[in-house]
């Protein structure tokens, strides 16, 4: 196939200069603006989902102590909670956030290439948002339905919610998923045709690999949760049985027969799981790049990691009914999806050991970003450990269902990403603002959300196994609890608010430290790749001044023997490296 | 489950077997001159044309998932199939003629011949809305013979996929749309030529997707 | 250098936690069933996991103490290691494969139902569990979900013989042999349910529309708890019932004392004349028309419906209700009970209780109506918007009824000394809801509001 470098179409790039406030930071089309403001309403989206967390926790460690907490809300709360940390925040801060300001940057173009869409995006996503809010304030109140949203349940009498907050749910569902198609049209058409000039698939940082992949699986999987949020809004509506089978209502039989429950899960885990790596995928990508920049050592295993993040996408495709063991369908089908389910452990756990193994003799810089880092390989064992046991359809039937699941999700895909997420937001902080954030400040966030995630996420583990279920409101005396369980509880609580009080840390910090951050330069941590080569920090609109940049290498060429220094950028071709005198000890 | 699994199949399948070739035999650590034959960056594909690839593939899933819900929950014992109006015949022919219209505007759009693109665009564009007439039609056809949305599954799915697939081909009647205001203005086919030809694919999918929709329909 | 230690001492401390949370109860229940094959999987994914957890992170922190930077340090350059990677991936394999091996098996094992096991059917409900035994030719009747109704909660089709001896437990508990394999056909009349029983490690949906099962063999003798694990609506929590496991005669004669379906359609309805007779003992406290007397702290009964009366007649003559120490009134209301001796009786006394009129009880609590409303959001979802009760929901009616008698029962829920009793789930479900109640203002709040109604 011909190849034609963007820097001989670069002409033909319209440059809309921006000139007024609005232009420049509202309706701008510009990616690195649209990455913020992505960025900043996930976050924010995300401090509500984070203060729901904190109000249903208080129930759970303290039952009945608070009058604001009531089991309509409480499973109003516990549903909303779980959709926005999962869609809400998760996705649209990796895919809408980093995805917007890495792709360009570290692929050596101007900007997406449809920046219009772009501009859409972020704020039909906006519209989401603000239907999900406002669907707490609608008759009845938004939906208890449980983040799965399962029928009947979800649209029939007995749940909170089911007259309007269902509907507004569903449809702020719809309109997430067209913001979600419009920028991931971009991301993935900008990854295929805007890389600059020497920027070969395999020179792209891994940050670029999982956001990628990250965004085809949400392109193939979103399609999952609008086919079923129309049918579902068909059901509530006007009134078909794709889902609602014959059944009685507070005494009633209603008018609906045959419809069947189970295609729901099957419609909802197909977009589910694949959901699981959407945000999982940028996170491994994100993360290697944290861990060899901060190491000095070129990621270990490049290609493994590339093919690994290849695989798990393909995979996620075949394993989602292990979601469903003992939904009720054909029990057969267990069989095949642990097995497909534990060999996704494969892959994965080559991601972890090259993650690892790119630790060892390097040079390590234990800054915020890379304290992150590490402490993500840890929750991410943690939790991708935890995994085994429910992927094996065997161990899943006493654990389903129970706060073992709760856990396990919670390590694997709420904890890790989020420490990803702050480890990269500490990283190219500099790049964003030109500043440098507080590190002490920095340190203190990191130590209170590590050892307070896993001092709320350990316990939780062993009430799962003692057959603790989720999603009560309260478990009253049990025979088989020992009030010692109870205690535990409490403590979970006392972790989950302690972690909720620490992000103000964070957020003071990112707010102080715009004004009085130190000056940080262009490339503060010395790393290779093309987003801290720009001329101009932070970066311009149009990223590159008035030619694009050359890539001659790949990503990590960290400490290459022989060379004065231990990074060499991307842009630096064979002719102009430094040599030096190598002074590595272990070599 | 299975078409979708199929589908989707094929699709990631392409993705992955794609990726690995661009992949498997590089040593990337290897720093080369920045040489547009070894290294070079974006294919000299058109950009918009990769997009609509890309869509083609989420709008593939899309009903390939809806034709799965369909298989599924066609196995209940209350599902009732429908006797198709006899005027969604009628309403094929239009969507073909349309897709061949476009074709052929397409193959003037290409070749600059002007004044072949005005009257085939319009062509296409009549056909088009006809189609989607003849559809509201056989709707109300339905509406009267007793066959309402809420009554059977199979009713409410016939109305479903029949409106999601009027709403994509709505889609693309804008694009059209803007096309056609333009050659009407006095733009050049060449101003055209990429919208056209864009377009042409666009129709040419939703015609296959209606076919299979419609042959579903039919032999269910 | 923080880190490194840290982590050390978080993969010591889990090993701690460990070894240490069973000591306090914080680990699997003790097994009644024969699954210890699910147990065994367990054990070898712990095992397994166990090592490569600590593996993992103790290389990872030796890493970054070995490592870290230094002065004239350089890290090693090092893209890749074909044969590392080879056999990472290989023992990764087998430890995956070793898992999951066990694993299949047992769930083969799982899906197929011995032949010689009896079955016993599960009915789930919001928030309710109710069970069907097969009767004496171990058969189930067909049962049809449009044929539920309130005389007719299980659906049970008349036409089918088969279903004449079916034995239909409304309460919740049911009671199992021990030794014996037992499959629970499992069968919901509305939403997604879950049948879980921790000791039994099994579980499984209820899924409206269709039927499905587990299976285990009961080995050791004590009652357990039924739980649902899948959210079925706001009372979720509360949709708790229980499993004996008796000796097989025992299990005999419970299930000869429970009523066949040809029993329960044997009923011959209450004679009021009869019922009148018996109601003088009634009269004393209750009133001549049941209208309730607060100085004996007798409630208003006029108007309250039949099943909800029958249940609560019951409840007192089986000890489920007026056993509390503290439930002073209660422990009054259990002899009388008592002296309905039969069935009879009971439908009899009921009967009459339906020919008073039903004229509103004199208002005597006063609170602040708003707030009540916004309380009784959450009752309304089982007593409905009127208050007037849903029998499909076990939950009676409240509005022009006594409100000082709620108010005390509302206090007793809250307190256990209503509800507590193990065998009485529809008092726990309530005791579940009035503990959410904070203090005795929203209680008059609450009870405020249903006055309105």
């Not at chain 1, 049918?231 to 045959?258: E, H």
């Not at chain 1, 503060?524 to 932070?538: A, C, I, R, V, Y």
């Not at chain 2, 969604?88 to 193959?107: D, Q």
């Not at chain 3, 990677?85 to 899906?111: H, K, N, Q, R, Y």
């Amino acid at each position: 196939m011909a190849y034609v470098s963007i820097a001989d179409r670069d002409h033909e790039v319209e440059h809309h200069d921006p000139d007024t406030f609005i232009s420049k930071y509202v309706w701008s089309q510009d990616h690195k603006v649209i990455a913020i403001q992505y960025g900043v309403l996930a976050i924010l989206i995300g401090l509500v989902g984070m203060l729901l967390s904190s109000a249903f926790r208080l129930q759970l460690g303290f039952p009945d102590m608070f009058e604001f907490i009531n089991p309509e809300n409480y499973y109003q709360f516990v549903t909303i909670h779980g959709m926005i940390m999962v869609i809400y925040l998760l996705t649209a801060l990796f895919l809408g956030g980093f995805g917007n300001y890495l792709i360009p940057l570290q692929l050596g173009s101007r900007d997406m290439v449809f920046p219009f869409m772009n501009m859409l995006s972020v704020w039909v996503y906006a519209l989401s948002v603000l239907i999900l809010v406002a669907s707490f304030f609608v008759p009845g109140g938004a939906t208890g339905a449980g983040w799965t949203l399962y029928p009947p349940h979800a649209i029939s009498p007995g749940t909170p919610g089911t007259d309007w907050g269902i509907v507004l749910m569903l449809l702020s569902l719809a309109v997430f998923i067209v913001a979600f198609t419009m920028g991931g049209l971009n991301y993935v058409t900008t990854v295929l045709q805007a890389r600059c000039k020497g920027m070969t698939l395999m020179r792209m940082p891994l940050s670029v690999w999982g956001i990628f992949m990250a965004t085809i699986l949400g392109l193939l999987a979103f399609p999952a949760l609008l086919v079923s949020a129309i049918m579902m809004l068909f059901d509530k509506l006007l009134g078909t049985s794709f889902f609602m089978p014959a059944m009685i209502q507070a005494g009633v039989a209603t008018d609906t027969v045959g419809g069947s429950p189970v295609l729901f899960q099957h419609l909802f885990w197909f977009f589910g799981h694949p959901e699981v790596y959407i945000v999982a995928l940028p996170a491994f990508g994100l993360v290697s790049d944290l861990l060899s920049t901060h190491a000095r050592k070129n990621i270990f295993g490049y290609r493994m990691m590339v093919w690994a993040i290849i695989a798990i996408g393909g995979l996620s495709f075949i394993v989602w009914a292990h979601h469903m063991y003992v939904s009720g369908m054909n029990p057969y089908f267990g069989f095949f999806f642990a097995t497909t389910t534990l060999i996704i452990a494969v892959p994965t756990a080559l991601k972890v050991y090259n993650w690892v193994l790119t630790l060892w003799q390097g040079n390590i810089h234990l800054r915020v970003p890379m304290l992150f880092a590490i402490a993500f390989i840890f929750t991410f064992t943690h939790g991708g450990l935890t995994g085994l046991f429910l992927g094996n359809v065997t161990i899943d039937l006493p654990l389903s269902d129970t706060y073992f699941v709760v856990a396990h999700f919670h390590m694997v895909m709420g904890v890790s990403p989020v420490l990803v997420v702050f480890g990269a937001i500490y990283h190219w902080y500099p790049k964003m603002t030109g500043r440098m954030y507080n590190e002490t400040l920095g340190k203190w966030h990191f130590w209170l959300t590590f050892l307070g995630t896993y001092s709320l996420y350990l316990p939780m583990h062993y009430l799962g196994f003692l057959g603790v279920p989720r999603r009560y409101f309260a478990m009253g005396n049990t025979e088989f609890m020992p009030d010692s369980a109870v205690t535990l509880n409490a403590s979970m609580t006392i972790s989950a608010l302690i972690i909720a009080a620490t992000q103000l840390i964070f957020i003071y910090n990112m707010i102080w430290s715009l004004k009085h951050g130190e000056k940080s330069g262009g490339n503060p941590w010395k790393s290779t790749s093309l987003e801290w080569q720009t001329p101009d920090t932070p970066p311009k609109h149009g990223n590159w001044g008035h030619s694009l940049p050359e890539v001659h290498r790949w990503a990590y060429d960290y400490s290459v023997p022989g060379q004065a220094e231990d990074f060499t950028p991307q842009t630096v071709p064979e002719s102009e490296v430094p040599v030096g005198r190598d002074h590595g000890v272990d070599s | 489950m299975y078409i979708t699994l199929i589908f989707l199949g094929i699709i990631m399948a392409t993705v992955i077997v794609w990726l690995l070739r661009q992949t498997f035999n590089t040593q990337p650590w290897i720093s080369e001159a920045a040489d547009n034959e070894v290294s070079g960056a974006s294919m000299d594909t058109n950009t918009k044309a990769v997009a609509l690839t890309v869509f083609l593939a989420v709008a593939t899933s899309v009903f390939a998932l809806f034709i799965s819900a369909y298989t599924i929950r066609m196995e209940e014992p209350d599902w009732r199939p429908i006797t198709e109006p006899t005027l969604l015949w009628a309403n094929t022919l239009m969507l073909i003629l349309a897709s061949i219209a476009y074709h052929w505007t397409r193959g003037a759009a290409v070749k600059g011949i002007d004044s072949r693109v005005k009257p085939g665009l319009t062509v296409a564009g009549v056909l088009t809305v006809l189609f989607l007439i003849g559809q509201l039609v056989a709707w109300q056809q339905l509406n009267a013979a007793g066959y309402y949305l809420d009554l059977n599954p199979a009713n409410a799915f016939f109305f479903l996929l029949t409106a999601v697939h009027g709403l994509h081909m709505l889609g693309g009647l804008w694009v059209w749309a803007r096309s056609t205001m333009k050659v009407w203005t006095g733009a050049d086919s060449d101003s055209v030529r990429l919208s056209i030809e864009l377009c042409t694919v666009y129709w040419h999918f939703l015609l296959l997707v209606w076919i299979v929709l419609f042959g579903m329909l039919l032999s269910t | 250098m923080p880190i490194a230690v840290v982590l050390i001492l978080l993969v010591i401390g889990t090993l701690v936690f460990h070894f240490v949370a069973p000591l306090a109860g914080w680990t699997f229940t003790e097994l009644a069933s024969d699954w210890g094959q699910i147990d065994d999987t367990i054990n070898i994914t712990f095992w397994v996991t166990g090592f490569v957890f600590v593996a993992v992170n103790l290389f990872m922190a030796y890493a970054v103490v070995k490592y870290r930077a230094r002065e004239g340090n350089k890290a090693t350059y090092d893209p890749e290691n074909k044969k590392l990677e080879t056999w990472l991936t290989i023992l990764t394999s087998v430890g995956v494969a070793a898992m999951l091996t066990p694993g299949l098996f047992v769930w083969g094992d799982f899906v197929n139902v011995p032949d010689d096991a009896i079955e016993i059917e599960a009915v789930g409900q919001q928030w309710h569990w109710t069970y069907r035994l097969p009767g004496e030719d171990g058969e189930f009747g067909d049962v049809k979900a449009e044929l539920i109704d309130n005389d007719n909660p299980f659906g049970m089709d008349p036409e089918d013989p088969l279903g004449r001896d079916d034995v239909l437990i409304e309460n919740g508990e049911v009671h199992v042999p021990i030794n014996v394999p037992v499959k629970v056909n499992l069968r919901s009349k509305d939403v997604l349910h879950d049948f879980a029983v921790a000791q039994m490690r099994v579980k499984m949906d209820l899924v409206p529309g269709m039927e499905t099962y587990l299976w285990f063999t009961p080995t050791k003798l004590g009652t357990y708890e039924v739980l649902c694990e899948e959210l079925c609506g706001i009372a979720h929590h509360t949709m708790r019932g229980s499993i004996v496991v008796d000796e097989q005669a025992d299990f005999d004669a419970w299930v000869a004392s429970n009523p066949t379906y040809a029993d329960s359609q044997n009923i011959a309805a209450g004679n009021a004349q009869v019922g009148a007779a018996q109601y003088a003992v009634c009269a004393a406290c209750h009133g001549q028309q049941g209208e309730g007397m607060q100085a004996l702290n007798a409630p208003k009964i006029a108007g309250q419906e039949a099943w909800y009366l029958r249940r609560q007649l019951n409840s007192f003559k089986s000890g489920h209700r007026g056993t509390h120490e503290d439930d002073v009134f209660g422990r009054q209301m259990a002899p009388m009970a008592g002296t309905l001796a039969s069935d009879a009786a009971v439908e009899n006394v009921i009967a009459h209780i339906q020919t008073f009129p039903d004229n509103p009880a004199p208002v005597t609590i006063d609170g602040d109506v708003v707030s009540g409303q916004r309380i009784y959001n959450v009752c309304a979802y089982c007593h409905g918007p009127d208050a007037r009760g849903i029998q499909a929901i076990n939950a009676p009616r409240m509005a022009g009824m006594t409100d000082w008698y709620l108010a005390t029962q509302l206090k007793n829920f809250r307190a256990g000394v209503r509800g507590g009793h193990p065998q009485d789930f529809y008092g726990k479900q309530m005791g579940f809801m009035g503990r959410n109640l904070q203090d005795d203002k929203q209680v008059q709040d609450v009870i405020a509001y249903i006055n309105t109604l």
